[in-house]
């Protein structure tokens, strides 16, 4: 699996994309209104999709060869981000390695963070961070890309 992995690398640093074609993206669906109340947890998803006819690796790739997918985020205090739940991926086989099966993100995925407001937060406070992954097509991989990851949060 290495050596067609490293295949892999060396042949998608040898392809430009011409202007005008498809480039890959992943893009993050609105975040509705977010509500906690002092003292409180909440779970919070974030839905992403990826642009067809791309895949991402997961967060949990299958060789150490690969870029995973992950999120950050930063949050005022006293507001925590405590925990960011990833999807298992679903495992995918490829032209470039057909007997070798990869951990991917394709279509839509949803990601789940958990916010803890303490007892004595009050107020509205803003979540930004970014979602860091590769893309790739069945033919190559593509440099690494991020996406803007903004949401609002009012604690009351």
Known sequence: MKVALSALLLASSLFAQAPGTVQPSVDLAPVGKIR??????????LDFRVKSPFH????RPKSNLLIPTTLKLVSPKPLEVAKIDYPAGEDQSFPFSPNEKLSVYSGDFTL?????APAHAQG????????YYQ????NACYPPKKTPVDFDVTVQ
């Open 56 to 59: 991402i690796n997961s967060n």
């Open 124 to 131: 509205g406070f803003h979540v930004g961070g970014e979602l």
């Open 112 to 116: 789940y963070v958990l916010l803890k």
């Open 36 to 45: 906690i109340a002092p003292g409180e947890t909440r779970k919070v998803e």
């Open 135 to 138: 893309a790739c097509d069945k």
